[in-house]
């Protein structure tokens, strides 16, 4: 079938909108209308050669649609369904099977690396292949490939335009906050990085009853938008501050828990040094050049310290538990969306990393 989609290619900055064909569905896939389609940093990673993404491909991994058809071995999942997509999972592996998807086995092949290229889902320009699958969706084209596994069936009364976002940013920081770290109401959290998952982390905060809940950025803009959606406090981190020793001015003894959204070694060091004894530090994404650990303090301090892979989060249960909380008023991530046309991702791109817009979302003509 054609479509129509953003391509990436090595050594260009931009995504070429292209159209493609797309084969149809294979007898356990389900083909997906595109709705709306969330920008995330894996996708600009991925653009800019990262992540070991192979080329010319289709990015996309935050879809949201609705079910065209079925392949003739689906069966909890029908044409009419609106679904988001989220990452891969193979189903059969320790990980999976012990009910933790997101530490799958073969997440780098399933999600990445495109192993299925030639199957249902594979994307040609020309008779000539383009890769797909990415993150087992590749949602930036107007119609998807997926499986039952990285599928959420969501209620139909929601704003599906935006809900892809639920399928990796949000679900990473509102999960990494009520699932991992898991945090006593009434206790103290610091969340370093308030871009859509820090913002999305403060949020989760502010529904597991955390107090105080302390938002740190180099950003003002971010830091309003951390107040308005759950933060009691801020820290305006400034190049060379002593952010940790900022936060024990106003807390002397530490926080219980702290979460690091950015990807910076240093800003895990200073989220470390911030932490009570006992205290809890998780992070989303691999420090760049990894992270300096004082061993000293982490075991005479009794410091616990993990990484944490989209929030911990089995997407069948905890993204219908996040519209649930959205619809009541209590998870307001729309607030911090700014809605695109698919023909301006490339635009939005740029406005994300000029600080113009928190989180874009593509929507996709009807």
């Known amino acids: 079938m054609k479509v129509r989609a953003a391509v990436a290619y090595e050594d260009r900055n931009e995504l070429a909108i292209e159209d493609l064909d797309l084969d149809g569905p294979g007898p356990e896939d389900i083909l997906v209308r595109m709705v709306g389609s969330g920008l995330c940093h894996t996708d600009v990673k991925a653009l800019a050669g990262g992540m070991g993404v192979p080329k010319p491909a289709v990015l996309g991994h935050e879809g949201a649609g609705i079910v065209e058809s079925v392949g003739s071995c689906v069966t909890d999942i029908q044409p009419g369904d609106h679904v988001v997509l989220t990452y891969d999972s193979c189903g059969a592996c320790h990980a999976c099977a012990g009910g933790n998807p997101a530490y799958c086995a073969q997440n780098s092949a399933l999600n990445f690396a495109d192993v299925r290229l030639g199957e249902p889902g594979t994307f040609?320009?020309?008779?000539?292949?383009?890769?797909?699958?990415?993150?087992?969706?590749?949602?930036f084209a107007t119609y998807a490939i997926a499986k039952p596994r990285n599928a959420v069936v969501v209620r139909k009364d929601a704003p599906l335009e935006i809900?892809?976002?639920?399928?990796?940013?949000?679900?990473?920081?509102?999960?990494a906050v009520m699932n991992a770290l898991h945090p006593e109401k009434g206790s103290s959290i610091a969340i370093f990085g308030v871009g859509p998952v820090g913002l999305s982390a403060v949020m989760g905060a502010a529904i597991s009853g955390c107090e105080p809940i302390i938002a740190v950025d180099v950003l003002p803009q971010r830091l309003d938008m951390a107040k308005a959606v759950g933060a009691t406090h801020v820290v305006l981190a400034v190049p060379n501050g002593h952010i940790a020793s900022s936060i024990r001015q106003k807390f002397p003894?530490?926080?219980?828990?702290?979460?690091?959204?950015?990807?910076?070694?240093?800003?895990?060091?200073?989220?470390?040094?911030a932490l009570a004894p006992k205290g809890q530090f998780g992070f989303v994404t691999i420090p760049a050049g990894g992270l300096q650990i004082n061993m000293y303090t982490v075991f005479l301090?009794?410091?616990?310290?993990?990484?944490?892979?989209?929030?911990?989060?089995?997407?069948?249960s905890f993204i219908p538990q996040l519209i649930d909380l959205h619809l009541a008023g209590r998870f307001p991530f729309d607030r911090f969306i700014t809605r695109y046309d698919f023909s301006q991702i490339n635009r939005a791109i740029a406005d994300q990393a000029a600080g113009k817009a928190i989180k874009p979302v593509f929507v996709f003509e009807s």
């Open 124 to 139: 040609a320009k020309d008779s000539k292949a383009i890769h797909g699958h990415f993150f087992g969706q590749s949602s």
């Open 163 to 175: 809900l892809g976002v639920l399928g990796c940013g949000v679900q990473t920081g509102a999960g």
């Open 253 to 273: 003894g530490g926080v219980n828990y702290a979460l690091d959204t950015t990807g910076r070694p240093e800003t895990g060091q200073h989220a470390i040094a």
């Open 301 to 316: 301090q009794g410091l616990s310290i993990r990484g944490i892979v989209q929030g911990d989060s089995v997407p069948q």
